[in-house]
């Protein structure tokens, strides 16, 4: 009998799929569907393939051929494609790839991680020129699947510190201490704080910049009038945190909410509990979406330029291409911080009394 070949592992010469099946006597279509992340696999099978490419470090070919792909990743939870952080900077990206004959998809993180945690390897990444990421954090493990994929990646707003990868992130620090400026020289002094999710760096930063603004007024920060944990990123989150902060037996003059995605709800916990903006509390707020305008009263926001921010990322990506404005994929990372103006509108007035 024919003795079956043994695959040796080798970093200099990667076992082909004839011989990895050959090995594990299953058909070779069968280790292609499981090297590729494919249904329809038993999964006492599959089990035996993952453990094998495991056991020889095996690592799947990188497509070499230029796509012109960029992957845009992002857990796309807190935030859909309708809501217009997301939109905002696809938009700016995709019209400066554009010029250079790329093109933007999607690439969900859960993928990644699923990749990572099942085969210790990602190929969703195999056919793409580069990366622009927006959540989750980005940390220094993605910074090695990055490496490890040779792909050029720019964050938006959200990485850890010391990780040495490209990012151009809003100045939510400075926004938020000046937001807190604007209001004491209103008058204010209890000024109340709704929001969460500080994983994310830019959450953090408008926290920190918030009760650092406090400390510069001479304000000592109040825990009955601050949130930090609100139980989600949209309307109702906002409705939620405003109503704890307002409810209580000393109620604030105004509040600092973390984003307009918490605007709508939050204007709606005070007119159930017969509060007038601004007569009674200023709002004011973050990012300036679409509807900050229309609001009623309009809402006072520090504007998050996302669509310039995704044009400007694209543009450092391009650039590490050879294709923008000079070749610097070797040049050191680069990190932007980008301003975020107030827009003046009436929901915040002087401190009533």
Not at 300 to 313: E, I, N
Request: with cysteine; net charge neutral.
């Amino acid at each position: 009998m024919k003795k079956k070949p043994t695959v040796q592992a080798s970093k200099t010469k990667r076992p082909t799929i004839r011989q990895i099946a050959a090995e594990l006597d299953l058909s070779i279509a069968t280790v292609s569907r499981v090297i590729n992340n494919k249904p329809d696999v038993n999964a006492a099978s599959r089990e035996r393939v993952i453990s094998y490419l495991r056991s020889i470090d095996y690592q799947p070919p990188v497509v070499s051929a230029d796509l012109g792909l960029i992957g845009l990743v992002d857990t796309f939870q807190r935030h859909d494609l309708n809501s217009y952080y997301v939109s905002a900077i696809l938009a700016g990206a995709d019209e400066q790839l554009h010029r250079y004959k790329y093109n933007v998809v999607l690439i969900h993180y859960d993928q990644i991680e699923s990749e990572m945690m099942n085969y210790g390897q990602v190929t969703i990444l195999n056919r793409l020129k580069g990366l622009l990421w927006l959540e989750p954090m980005f940390s220094a493990q993605h910074l090695k699947i990055v490496q490890d994929h040779r792909l050029p990646c720019v964050v938006l707003n959200n990485s850890e510190e010391g990780v040495d990868v490209d990012l151009v992130r809003s100045d939510n620090y400075h926004a938020a201490r000046r937001a807190v400026a604007f209001l004491v020289a209103k008058g204010h002094t209890r000024i109340g704080f709704v929001g969460g999710w500080l994983h994310l760096a830019n959450h953090r930063d408008r926290l920190k910049g918030y009760l650092e603004g406090l400390d510069a007024a001479g304000i000592t920060p109040d825990d009955s009038i601050i949130v930090k944990d609100i139980v989600s990123w949209d309307e109702h989150g906002g409705y939620e945190g405003t109503n704890r902060v307002v409810s209580g037996t000393q109620p604030p003059t105004a509040i600092l909410l973390c984003s307009d995605f918490l605007a709508s709800g939050a204007y709606s916990a005070m007119f159930d509990l017969g509060l007038r903006i601004p007569d009674d509390v200023s709002v004011v707020s973050f990012d300036d979406f679409p509807l900050a305008r229309h609001m009623d009263p309009p809402l006072t926001t520090f504007r998050q330029p996302l669509r310039k921010m995704g044009a400007q990322a694209a543009g450092i990506l391009a650039e590490r291409f050879g294709t923008g404005n000079g070749n610097s994929a070797d040049a050191p990372v680069r990190h932007e911080l980008v301003p975020c103006p107030i827009i003046t509108r009436s929901s915040a007035g002087p401190c009533p009394g």
